[in-house]
């Protein structure tokens, strides 16, 4: 075929906008920002190496949010006001400010003093931007207060605190100079590319490394240069490109876009060296869809990102990819409005007022408003729920979970909803009668709150279900083991699906270890490291003399790669705890007495370390130091039942039941779906001789928990204690004579 001057002209200009690209680039990125990791292997070549062959691509990127994830302060980088802006939080006054070419911040510090720090980075871009400063050592962190991106209209154009309701001083564990705000940790993989941790155990600091700031091509593609090696020798290399090719598959998309965009656990920190990409339960595993993060229902709460509720969708399962909807360049949306829900979904079915019930050209009209459901984080960051899933208003009012109808119709109730859609569906059936599927809420709140059937609605939905996120997060429910949840769990240990295995793992983990580790054993050499981990912290203390010697070879392999898991998170005071909690586990007392000092050394406010290193002083029977512990804990987090159940258990060790007793009423209060919080509670009043009331709440908790073993046990001996002494235990008075009657009275009908 004959190619004229319109194709030369096409291609000088194609080439051009590379050149061009690239020069932007070099100009914009200051000399020795960047700290260049490399290897003898494929390494990192720079998003401008890719401009070459795809301008266009890079084009697009340049004006991205995955580009601008991090920068050097410069004029252009900065959103922020640093004209001496002033802004006031609570009694702290804070200053931003520009002195020559740097931008600069004065606020306070972790000694409670004003500081003036230099604007290392930027983090973020639309809707909001932070600010990072380098406290030394390596140590990155976030400062508190963002930059409202937003146009003004909308609100935006303004200075804000991340925690504007709470008071945020140095104590408090939220302080930006603290762990939990940490970027080395808590942000540094997502906002660079090419990102390692590389903590120092015997300094503290850090050297961080990345060859590139901001989410570049290599981010999702992977190290380059083997690839540009061989195009640049017009070398067909299969392998060199497969990284590429790869993110054209459903799996590959959720690794790669699910490695950030979700709230998940880092596994193993992978190197440029090792030309792998990101792949789930390899080198990263997503938090289950679980009541607390999540609703019960696997609704988004929390901030937990997106890949956790596309894992739950019927989408995910039918192999759509992220870049169906979103451009995988710009990160936009290929489509506005419902025109993004019909490149698949038939117009004349879905957009309707028969589909969807709505005036067309309303909020209710839009597909989102029913199906991704927003709520706002970090302020002004609104996120959609990514499940795709039917609203269900008549689950609302048992489950305590949100729904779109109320959230638009908010002078209505869940029932006047759930009512609503009842009709509506059966207008369209002709009047016909209508079931709706069983959901994850439905069996992960039956298995919490320990419901009579429990055990068959969540063996049903797990047999029914498909969807190894869900069926995993279902499993994990379980808080109370039962022959019926054991026999379940023992079946999907054979599942193929890893997750599915996790959420097993997490229920028979439940039961003592000598009996649990015959059955997890096999798991030790499974080919997830997610299972191995998830077993060897399950399996760790067996009695390795009651073991075949391949069965100590592998428990032992499996150790050994859990240890170096949490060695790889030693800045981090929650790792450390486990590495204790592993030591003592295998009898290294001394081991593990060091680790927990190491972990409050790291973040003297974690309240697992704080919790854990007092058990640690209550097994080896030293109360005093368990309870300066529990003590500072309960000044950090005075919202934590936690806390107050194990405070409350050390003053019934000291016999202080007076000072007890509140301790384990605040617990159960505060927990209110922990059966065992109730019951303890209970136990402490019987105890005490607070007669009446230790009935009172077995009998609410067996309403509550009607399958709960100890607490049925325990009324029922307390009611024949109470028959067998003429009920002479404790001050009574004539009501309390009737309700203690009528309690007893309906638990020997009960057992009956």
């Avoid at 030309?275 to 993060?293: C, I, K, S, V, Y």
Wanted: net charge neutral.
């Amino acid at each position: 075929m004959h190619r004229g001057p319109r194709w030369l002209a096409r291609t000088l200009l194609v080439l051009a906008i590379g050149a061009g690209a690239i020069a932007w680039y070099w100009l914009n990125t200051p000399t020795g920002s960047i700290k260049v990791q490399t290897s003898d292997s494929a390494r990192f070549a720079g998003s401008p190496a890719c401009a070459v062959c795809h301008p266009s691509q890079y084009s697009q990127w340049l004006a991205s949010n995955h580009r601008h994830a991090m920068e050097i302060p410069t004029a252009e980088s900065v959103l922020g006001d640093f004209n001496d802006a002033e802004f006031r939080y609570f009694d702290q006054k804070t200053r931003f400010f520009k002195k020559g070419e740097s931008f600069h911040v004065t606020t306070q510090n972790q000694q409670g003093k004003d500081e003036t720090f230099t604007v290392a980075y930027t983090l973020g871009y639309r809707p909001l931007q932070q600010y990072l400063v380098d406290l030394g050592g390596g140590r990155i962190q976030a400062l508190p207060f963002a930059w409202d991106n937003r146009d003004r209209k909308d609100g935006g154009q303004r200075w804000f605190h991340l925690y504007p309701r709470e008071n945020v001083t140095p104590g408090n564990p939220l302080f930006w100079t603290r762990p939990l705000q940490n970027w080395n940790h808590m942000c540094g993989d997502c906002h660079t590319t090419g990102f390692t941790k590389n903590f120092s155990e015997g300094s503290g600091g850090f050297d961080s490394r990345w060859s590139e700031i901001g989410n570049g091509c290599e981010s999702c593609h992977g190290a380059g240069s083997e690839h540009i090696e061989a195009r640049q020798a017009a070398k067909v290399r299969p392998e060199a490109d497969a990284s590429i090719a790869a993110l054209r598959t459903p799996q590959s998309q959720i690794d790669q876009c699910g490695a950030c965009h979700a709230r998940r656990i880092r596994l193993h920190e992978t190197r440029s060296s090792e030309r792998m990409l990101e792949t789930m339960l390899q080198t990263w595993r997503p938090q289950l869809p679980q009541d607390g993060l999540y609703f019960v229902d696997g609704q988004i709460r929390e901030e937990v990102f997106e890949i956790g509720s596309f894992l739950q969708s019927k989408m995910a399962s039918k192999g759509v990819l992220c870049t169906d909807c979103h451009d995988p360049h710009t990160a936009h949306l290929k489509a506005e409005g419902n025109a993004l829900c019909t490149q698949c979904h038939a117009v004349e079915k879905f957009d309707s007022t028969e589909h969807h019930a709505h005036p067309a050209g309303t909020p209710g009209a839009q597909c989102v408003q029913c199906h991704m459901p927003e709520r706002i984080y970090m302020i002004v960051d609104s996120r959609r729920d990514h499940r795709f899933a039917i609203p269900r208003p008549d689950l609302s009012d048992t489950l305590g979970t949100p729904n779109p109808c109320v959230n638009c119709h908010r002078n209505r109730t869940n029932s006047w909803a759930a009512e609503a859609v009842r009709k509506w569906v059966m207008a369209r059936n002709g009047g016909a009668t209508y079931s709706l599927p069983p959901t994850l809420g439905s069996a992960a709140w039956q298995a919490i709150h320990e419901q009579t059937s429990a055990a068959e609605t969540l063996r049903n939905f797990v047999s029914n279900s498909a969807n190894p996120i869900v069926k995993a997060a279902a499993l994990a429910s379980v808080r109370t083991l039962t022959l019926e949840s054991l026999s379940l769990a023992q079946a999907q240990l054979r599942a193929t699906e890893p997750l599915v295995k996790m959420g097993a793992i997490q229920v028979i983990g439940t039961l003592p270890l000598p009996q649990r580790a015959p059955l997890l054993m096999d798991l030790l050499r499974d080919p997830s490291r997610a299972v191995r981990l998830e077993t060897a912290s399950s399996l760790a203390g067996v009695d390795k003399g009651t073991l075949t010697t391949v069965q100590r070879e592998s428990l032992d392999a499996a150790v050994t790669e859990y240890r170096q898991w949490l060695s790889q998170d030693g800045d981090r005071a929650e790792a450390l705890t486990s590495l204790a909690g592993l030591q003592a586990a295998e009898g290294d007392v001394a081991s593990a007495r060091s680790s927990f000092e190491r972990a409050l050394q790291r973040d003297e406010t974690s309240l697992v370390a704080l919790l854990n290193y007092a058990d640690f002083h209550r097994a080896q029977g030293d109360d005093v130091a368990a309870e300066r512990l529990l003590t500072r804990a309960s000044a950090l987090y005075p919202e934590a039942a936690s806390v107050h159940h194990a405070l409350g258990l050390l003053r019934v060790r000291q016999k202080q039941t007076d000072e007890a007793i509140p301790e384990l009423a605040r617990a159960a209060q505060l927990s209110p779906a922990n059966s065992n919080y109730a019951f303890v509670y209970a136990v402490g009043l019987y105890s005490t001789g607070q007669v009446t009331t230790a009935l009172s709440v077995l009998d609410r908790a067996r309403a509550q928990f009607p399958t709960n073993v100890q607490i049925q046990t325990a009324l029922q001996a307390y009611c024949a204690d109470q028959r067998d002494n003429g009920g002479q235990r404790g001050r009574r008075t004539a009501a309390d004579d009737r309700t203690r009657a009528s309690i007893c009275s309906a638990s020997i009908g009960a057992k009956r």
